[in-house]
């Protein structure tokens, strides 16, 4: 799910995924690569994601990632799916 949502903001490579999920989650969540690139793999042969060769901002040749339509959906059922068990949890917590 939050390899869907880094990619929805546009087209972005793996390690501009990685470095957003750390900034936006306050340094809370970190991806590491092992997990990452064969996570990107599977969403793309999955059909969540599109790819394309480029060139990063630093010159270097990347693989970029864009969000299907697909992916789209898929992402806002797993938000969804999210925001349903947290609220169950909280619940949970927060009873006596």
């Given at each position: ?16 995924i ?15 690569e092992?997990?990452?690139y ?23 040749r ?17 938000r969804?799916y999210?925001?349903q ?5 909280m ?6």
């Open positions: 799910m939050l390899i869907l949502k880094a990619v929805s903001r546009g087209k972005t490579h793996g390690y501009a990685a470095e957003w999920i750390h900034a936006v989650s306050e340094e809370t969540l970190q991806v590491e092992g997990a990452l064969p996570a990107l793999h599977r969403l793309e042969l999955r059909g969540m994601l599109d790819s394309e060769w480029s060139v990063s901002e630093t010159n270097r990347v693989k970029s990632y864009r969000l299907t339509k697909d992916g789209r959906r898929r992402l806002a059922a797993e969804e999210w925001q068990l947290t609220a169950g949890t619940r949970v917590l927060e009873s006596s």
